[in-house]
């Protein structure tokens, strides 16, 4: 596969663009990955290959994030766990499952996401004074975090959204400190599905460290944006994206 200038150019637009839309909200893969398969990559080589730019976007994010102190660390193990045991079983998931299955699950999932937005907007902005509750003893919390990991692991694409509604919704962080715990969740699924796809021998390092290089500039410029804007405009531009990556599962 010869990654031409033009192909340097869309993965880099694309992926800085997709680091931004991660950091804020989620759905960035939804560029991501057509950008990959437009390269000639099957949707599974795609959906492997695009976790070299997640997981290097989480990482930059999540260090923009915690220099600003908006990373609680009260609970980080008990939200670690569950995301990490789902992320394992939705990478393997993944790896052997027919391709067939990522459009379907990536549409559904996207779809139900707008719809909790617009009818319920407070799952995933808690009025302001909300005290943020623990995983331990929170079933619903630990349930919600566990599948969230089986999303991430299993098609990525979205995941954003699905740890917002965890840890907002179940948690109750305000956005800005769910967006840094959401980094954190998915900088740790991935890395375990990365890791199990390349044991697999299904990523392609080249494209995949091009876009890592936009998604990383991405992440950076999306923190900056996070600490200024309010929550309000947070929630209707996760609620805008959701309806994006809803538009953009139609297509791929």
């Given at each position: 596969?010869?990654?031409?200038?033009?192909?340097?150019?869309?993965?880099?637009?694309?992926?800085?663009?997709?680091?931004?839309?991660?950091?804020?909200?989620?759905?960035?893969?939804?560029?991501?990955?057509?950008?990959?398969?437009?390269?000639?990559?099957?949707?599974?080589?795609?959906?492997?290959?695009?976790?070299?730019?997640?997981?290097?976007?989480?990482?930059?994010?999540?260090?923009?994030?915690?220099?600003?102190?908006?990373?609680?660390?009260?609970?980080?193990?008990?939200?670690?766990?569950?995301t990490l045991l789902g992320g394992g079983l939705g990478a393997l998931a993944a790896s052997f499952m027919p391709n067939?299955?990522?459009?379907?699950?990536?549409?559904?999932?996207?779809?139900?996401?707008?719809?909790?937005?617009?009818?319920?907007?407070?799952?995933?902005?808690?009025?302001?004074?909300?005290?943020?509750?623990?995983?331990?003893?929170?079933?619903?919390?630990?349930?919600?975090?566990?599948?969230?990991?089986?999303?991430?692991?299993?098609?990525?694409?979205?995941?954003?959204?699905?740890?917002?509604?965890?840890?907002?919704?179940?948690?109750?962080?305000?956005?800005?400190?769910?967006?840094?715990?959401?980094?954190?969740?998915?900088?740790?699924?991935?890395?375990?599905?990365?890791?199990?796809?390349?044991?697999?021998?299904?990523?392609?390092?080249?494209?995949?460290?091009?876009?890592?290089?936009?998604?990383?500039?991405?992440?950076?410029?999306?923190?900056?944006?996070?600490?200024?804007?309010?929550?309000n405009v947070l929630k209707w531009f996760l609620f805008a994206?959701?309806?994006?990556?809803?538009?953009?599962?139609?297509?791929?």
């Amino acid at each position: 596969m010869d990654v031409t200038p033009f192909f340097v150019v869309l993965l880099l637009s694309t992926g800085l663009i997709a680091g931004v839309i991660n950091t804020l909200a989620g759905g960035g893969s939804n560029l991501t990955l057509p950008a990959l398969m437009m390269m000639g990559l099957p949707a599974d080589i795609a959906n492997a290959t695009n976790r070299v730019g997640v997981l290097l976007q989480c990482l930059v994010g999540l260090r923009g994030f915690d220099k600003h102190d908006k990373l609680p660390r009260d609970d980080l193990g008990g939200i670690l766990v569950p995301t990490l045991l789902g992320g394992g079983l939705g990478a393997l998931a993944a790896s052997f499952m027919p391709n067939l299955w990522l459009k379907p699950v990536l549409l559904v999932t996207m779809i139900g996401m707008a719809l909790l937005i617009l009818i319920r907007p407070a799952t995933v902005a808690p009025p302001e004074g909300v005290s943020p509750s623990p995983v331990k003893g929170n079933r619903k919390a630990w349930l919600a975090l566990f599948v969230a990991g089986i999303y991430g692991g299993f098609v990525q694409a979205g995941v954003g959204f699905i740890l917002i509604a965890a840890l907002a919704g179940s948690l109750r962080y305000d956005l800005v400190r769910t967006n840094a715990l959401k980094m954190l969740c998915t900088a740790a699924f991935t890395a375990i599905a990365l890791g199990i796809f390349v044991w697999r021998d299904q990523v392609m390092w080249v494209p995949g460290l091009v876009l890592a290089v936009g998604t990383m500039t991405g992440a950076k410029l999306g923190v900056g944006l996070a600490l200024k804007v309010s929550q309000n405009v947070l929630k209707w531009f996760l609620f805008a994206m959701t309806l994006c990556a809803s538009a953009a599962a139609l297509w791929l």
